[in-house]
């Protein structure tokens, strides 16, 4: 089975603090995506990859960057977190070759910004 | 601009009563269409989903949805529910042809199955 592990599950920041999400993929996928999931809004895709180096933005990209140094690896990184990024982040990833597989997402990540 | 509308966000039901909810897309052209679930304090996981063939699709624990494509609708449907059903459900469809990157999520629907 395909895995994708997220590194923490729980964060506390402060605003204004850098903060790094992480997340491994263990199938050599070449695509990862990084979603907020917020009640009532479902997931909104902040930022995909779908090669090393390689990044586009979603739809809610504003306040957010990415890293994919690795194929295996593909980080969030919230340059100066504020209250309004307080949510539920979820990585996920997939084959292109195989779209209707579908995607395999991690555990997710509660972030709470005070 | 492709979107996804979930019917109904909160469902209360009892333990055998049916289940459906609903899902429509806006897309013109063709597409995959996926139903994920989340169970309370797990990942988001694959149900079920369409791609080809035959529109009525079964997926895992007794679950089924049907795709009609004149109505852009993909409706995941349980004909008898259990109390372990209780979990929040995402229907999802993905553009075909573009690479996998075009996946929309409706908002979700928290089903509630009372004991």
């Known amino acids: 089975d395909v895995k994708v592990t997220q590194s923490s599950r729980y964060l506390v920041k402060r605003t204004g603090e850098k903060v790094f999400l992480e997340c491994v993929q263990d199938?050599?996928?070449?695509?990862m995506f990084w979603y907020r999931q917020d009640p009532g809004l479902g997931l909104r895709l902040i930022y995909f990859?779908?090669?090393?180096?390689?990044?586009e933005k979603g739809d809610i990209p504003e306040g957010y960057s990415v890293s994919r140094e690795k194929k295996e690896r593909f980080s969030l990184i919230l340059e100066s977190a504020s209250t309004n990024q307080t949510s539920m982040y979820l990585c996920?990833?997939?084959?292109?070759?195989?779209?209707?597989?579908?995607?395999?997402f991690g555990s997710g990540t509660r972030l709470t910004v005070v | 601009a492709q979107s996804v509308s979930q019917h109904n966000h909160h469902v209360i039901l009892s333990e055998a009563a049916s289940l459906e909810l609903g899902c429509n897309y806006s897309?013109?052209?063709?597409?995959?269409l996926f139903w994920y679930v989340q169970y309370p304090g797990q990942h988001l996981q694959l149900l079920l989903k369409?791609?080809?063939?035959?529109?009525l699709v079964k997926g895992i624990k007794g679950f089924e949805a049907e795709f009609i494509k004149s109505k852009f609708s993909f409706n995941l449907r349980k004909p008898s529910v259990q109390w372990s059903d209780t979990a929040e459900y995402f229907c999802?469809?993905?553009?075909?042809?573009?690479?996998?990157?075009?996946?929309?999520f409706g908002a979700g629907t928290r089903l509630f199955v009372k004991a």
């Open positions: 996920a990833s997939s084959s292109p070759d195989r779209e209707s597989y579908g995607y395999t």
């Open positions: 199938m050599d996928h070449e695509n």
């Open positions: 990859s779908y090669d090393v180096k390689m990044k």
């Open positions: 897309y013109g052209g063709t597409v995959n």
């Open positions: 369409y791609f080809s063939g035959d529109p």
């Open positions: 999802a469809v993905n553009a075909i042809g573009t690479g996998g990157f075009k996946t929309i």
